[in-house]
């Protein structure tokens, strides 16, 4: 569940990098020649902040988007190609990469499996928000992570509210309140205590940061319901979906989130446990569990 299998020969690719890491657009030069030497046709190789990419891309255009940069990379890049049914494939050019599928090193070895369709696609569940005020929709993200509702500068906590499916569920006073998927549930979610949820798994998950005499447990929620948090609030409040600018939240505005109907496909070649293998390998690099800071 939340497999494709039989996958097609990969021909048609596009290659994009975050300009922002060294030597990312020199990998990308070299994955595009290694994959022309073999055959595939290089259609696009660009910024992945080039703001012509999206134009060139189009749904059927490209049999795949390459990633090269670190998780940020295939965050954005799993929000540009989800409304299309892009597949990505991701290698690593930052500092985990635990969303990437080939390390710095190793795509030599992997990226010709792509081009002879041994692979899978993984399917990612993604959130829509919206944010309401006063009866009126004001805007609307789709986010891979996680939509994240909280204080702003003053070191004060806030007052939520969360409903579900229009019924209220729980009140907290908090420094704010999480809705992930399970991609997003190994982010921020995980390092405020909530639970890790593999990548197949259709469940919504709502986690409080820093509960006040509040719910302090996190709640798993179907993919099917709508997750509806007000705010009560006389200072600064914020909302930031997959940890992009912080867009100011009033008192009594509303934030709505619920499965989006697009979804992000991306290229695996391990096999499914590999999420296990590479989240103890990722906990083992975390500085904080070597005491660091």
Do not use: K
Not at 31 to 40: M, S
Not at 44 to 52: G, K, N, R, V
Not at 149 to 178: H, K, N, T, W
Request: glycine fraction near 10%; proline fraction near 7%; charge should be negative.
């Amino acid at each position: 569940y939340g497999m494709l299998m039989n996958a097609a020969p990969i021909q048609r690719i596009a290659v994009a990098y975050h300009p922002n890491l060294p030597e990312a657009a020199e990998e990308a030069r070299a994955v595009a020649g290694f994959l022309r030497e073999r055959g595939a046709e290089v259609l696009e190789c660009a910024s992945l902040y080039d703001p012509d990419l999206r134009c060139r891309l189009s749904p059927g255009s490209h049999d795949v988007l390459i990633a090269i940069g670190g998780d940020g990379t295939m965050l954005r890049a799993g929000r540009f190609c989800a409304g299309m049914g892009l597949p990505i494939l991701g290698i690593n050019a930052g500092h985990f990469g635990f969303l990437s599928e080939i390390p710095r090193d190793g795509w030599r070895e992997q990226l010709p499996l792509l081009l002879e369709g041994r692979y899978r696609l993984e399917q990612r569940l993604m959130l829509r928000c919206e944010h309401w005020r006063a009866g009126e929709q004001l805007a609307q993200w789709d986010a891979l992570n996680d939509v994240v509702v909280c204080r702003g500068q003053f070191v004060r906590p806030i007052q939520l509210q969360a409903y579900v499916d229009g019924y209220e569920m729980a009140s907290y006073v908090a420094d704010g309140l999480i809705v992930a998927t399970p991609t997003g549930s190994t982010a921020y979610a995980l390092a405020v205590g909530g639970p890790i949820l593999p990548p197949e798994v259709r469940n919504l998950l709502i986690i409080p940061v820093a509960p006040h005499l509040s719910v302090d447990r996190a709640i798993v929620l179907p993919e099917g319901v709508s997750i509806s948090i007000r705010t009560y609030t006389s200072h600064e409040a914020v909302l930031s979906v997959d940890g992009h600018l912080p867009v100011p939240v009033l008192d009594g505005d509303e934030v709505r989130c619920t499965a989006g109907d697009r979804q992000v496909l991306f290229v695996r070649f391990q096999d499914p446990s590999y999420f296990y293998r590479n989240l103890t390998r990722y906990m083992e690099r975390n500085p904080s569990s070597r005491g660091g800071v």
